[in-house]
């Protein structure tokens, strides 16, 4: 070949603008790729929000971003989430109203095309900056639509390394906007979804009768995995000669079957404890037999357990089916576990003997039923997440049983991943009956 069969500068110019144009298409693809796998993985909508704006201030090197979520009507910003200020620039914020959609941020909601600007100062629809705001020079927003409706837009604003966004930026972040309206169309499915198994397992789950003289409270919460309908409950009620009987118990699973079993266990509990003559490990063992005698019969841990007047004084009378020991909380704020045997969960062996337990309990003190998705985190140790859930008991011991029980489910030290319910019942001063 000779060189006059060589190609021109201005051709070996053209190839080269083309495969750093490939090769920038490229990396872009598979960081648009990796994006779509991260939102797509979230499934709490502030967290699939402030993840899509984070993605795409960093596929373009935007050094501002923000997603405003409009209103039922599709008029008006509902919600701005801004990212990349800094603790300065907040700081300098403080006080001045989120933006409402006006200027370049109502020109995108009623004319969802995107939208590139070189200078927003210039743009006939800038409405310009509250006094504190940084400033801004470049823009770039995208509609982004749910099930054809649009549900918001996100913004990008100054690339760092200060030159406008260009056609390129603008596709790339098209194709975000795609990827991020399933992500938020999942979330909302997840919440809704969520939500709908909360409100059936409250509705399974009995509200809890007038004790007094005892004080009591109870907590539920769902598990934080969609659709995860539980087996955890509890229960409790006053008995005809003056004791309280309470009772916590989880089904194993998590569906609609757990959940179902476990109301049905719970119904055919509460006539056997309402006998004042039968232990709580003769109510266990009867319900035991009932249950295996069942087509699919659940497998379950429960603890029942009775505050009654016992010479003079009250005493916890309890027996467990495999289920996590009772906690004790003393007027002065000291804890301590009632550790027994466990005994075997019910729908194993139902021929076996159930030992009773029996424990002094003082006045004013606070006995604390759960289940083990309080305390309970795969690859950790129990006795861990039961040291932490009596620290914080220990710590709220000057609250009502519900104010505590609300304390337990909120700070529990579990992974979150399973239901958790927990009841506590405070004994009250020996008058009348307990003295009898």
């Not at 090197?61 to 910003?77: C, I, Q, T």
């Given at each position: 070949m000779s060189l006059l069969d060589l190609p021109l500068s201005s051709d070996l110019n053209r190839i080269g603008e083309q495969l750093h144009a490939l090769a920038r298409a490229q990396g872009t693809l598979q960081e648009l790729l990796q994006a779509v796998v991260n939102i797509t993985g979230e499934l709490e909508l502030p967290a699939v929000l402030r993840r899509i704006v984070r993605t795409a201030m960093d596929l373009?090197?935007?050094?501002?971003?923000?997603?405003?979520?409009?209103?039922?009507?599709?008029?008006?910003?509902?919600?701005?989430?801004?990212l990349g200020l800094t603790s300065q620039e907040l700081a300098a914020l403080h006080g001045v109203e989120l933006p409402r959609g006006r200027g370049l941020l109502g020109h995108l909601i009623h004319h969802p095309e995107p939208l590139r600007v070189k200078n927003i100062a210039q743009h006939p629809e800038s409405a310009g900056f509250p006094p504190g705001h940084p400033p801004m020079r470049t823009l770039l927003g995208v509609a982004i639509s749910v099930r054809g409706r649009i549900y918001g837009n996100l913004y990008l604003s100054e690339r760092k390394d200060g030159q406008p966004f260009d056609r390129h930026d603008e596709g790339v972040v098209r194709a975000l906007a795609g990827t991020a309206g399933v992500a938020i169309e999942n979330a909302r499915l997840y919440q809704h979804v969520r939500h709908s198994s909360e409100q059936f397992q409250r509705l399974l789950l009995p509200r809890l009768p007038d004790l007094r003289p005892f004080a009591a409270g109870a907590a539920y919460r769902p598990a934080s995995a969609p659709a995860a309908v539980g087996g955890d409950w509890y229960d409790a009620m006053l008995l005809p000669d003056g004791a309280c009987a309470a009772v916590i118990g989880d089904v194993v699973g998590h569906d609609l079957r757990a959940a179902a079993d476990m109301a049905q266990m719970r119904n055919m509990l509460r006539p056997l404890y309402y006998d004042c003559q039968t232990s709580p490990s003769a109510s266990l063992s009867r319900l035991d037999h009932i249950i295996q005698a069942l087509e699919d019969a659940p497998v379950a841990t429960a603890l029942l357990a009775r505050l009654e007047p016992a010479d003079g004084a009250w005493q916890l009378h309890w027996s467990s089916a495999g289920h996590p020991p009772p906690l004790l909380l003393l007027p002065d704020g000291r804890v301590r576990y009632l550790e027994t045997d466990p005994g075997l969960p019910l729908g194993v062996v139902a021929d076996l003997p159930r030992p009773d337990c029996r424990q002094a309990i003082p006045v004013d003190s606070t006995v604390i039923l759960y289940t083990d998705g309080l305390v309970e985190t795969p690859g950790q140790s129990l006795d861990r997440g039961l040291d932490a859930l009596a620290v914080t008991a220990s710590r709220h011991a000057g609250r009502s049983p519900e104010e505590l029980c609300r304390a337990l489910a909120e700070h529990h030290p579990s992974d979150g991943h399973d239901d958790m319910a927990v009841i506590a019942l405070r004994t009250p001063p020996l008058t009348g009956y307990a003295r009898t």
């Open positions: 373009v090197g935007a050094r501002y971003g923000a997603m405003g979520v409009l209103d039922e009507e599709g008029r008006l910003l509902d919600e701005f989430i801004p």
